[in-house]
């Protein structure tokens, strides 16, 4: 039973336009949200996370929101360049463990 | 980036074979982590260590042994590997804050 879920396999969106990247969780114990970038043939990098106290967390051109009650988080990328083109995967922390549960990723493609 | 290495990179083994893969760390965090990667399934928990010799069982841990014997080195080990085992194997590590931090992984093919 997958725990952390992301529904659409992929994203296309126009250079310089929102990308809005969206996951669901269904576990209340997770404590911890992170996103990850990952191009082909190379490791998953960190890229932002937010802790369940918070509502929202901004780094440059990425901020992640979080919606306890209904469960879910998003990423979104302002302004989306060609080189944000990769896979993306949320994941959440147990809390009290330090075991991380990944969602299927999403595969953004940033059009010029 | 964060110290971390596995070996080999690329595997082609034949079905009924043992097969390790080893995770490697400069950075002396206390949790190491083994997933592989699969279409459709994202990044899956094999299994991971909470320190020298103190490991436990992920999603999808059956087929999968591991060990840790020191605080660098994390080894996965499939003891007869199968078509199945066929995957992206990829190694994290955490210093018990909230971020983890992945290696380059390893592509494993089965015949």
């Known amino acids: 039973d997958q725990q952390v879920k992301q529904n659409s396999p992929s994203l296309s969106v126009q250079e310089g336009r929102i990308s809005i990247l969206n996951c669901d969780y269904t576990n209340s114990m997770f404590d911890y949200f992170l996103w990850y970038k990952k191009y082909p043939a190379e490791g998953p990098t960190f890229l932002i996370s937010?802790?369940?106290?918070?509502d929202k967390n901004e780094d440059g051109r990425f901020t992640v929101f979080l919606n306890k009650s209904a469960k879910h988080l998003s990423l979104h990328i302002v302004p989306s360049q060609p080189g944000d083109s990769a896979v993306y995967f949320c994941?959440?922390?147990?809390?009290?463990?330090?075991?991380?549960?990944f969602g299927s990723g999403t595969k953004l493609n940033v059009k010029p | 980036d964060a110290g971390i290495t596995q070996s080999p990179r690329h595997k082609v083994t034949e079905t009924g074979t043992p097969v390790t893969l080893r995770c490697h760390q400069t950075?002396?965090?206390?949790?190491m982590y083994w997933y592989r990667q699969d279409p459709g399934h994202g990044l899956r928990l094999i299994h991971y260590s909470y320190g020298v010799k103190d490991t436990d069982k992920g999603e999808v841990s059956d087929g999968y042994s591991v060990s840790r014997s020191k605080t660098e080195d994390f080894l996965l080990t499939l003891e007869s590997a199968t078509s199945s085992q066929t995957s992206v194997y990829f190694c994290?590590?955490?210093?018990?804050?909230?971020?983890?931090?992945f290696g380059p992984g390893t592509r494993l093919l089965v015949l």
């Open positions: 950075e002396n965090h206390r949790y």
């Open positions: 994290a590590i955490s210093s018990g804050s909230e971020t983890q931090y």
């Open positions: 937010i802790s369940s106290i918070k």
């Open positions: 994941a959440a922390r147990r809390y009290n463990f330090n075991k991380f549960y």
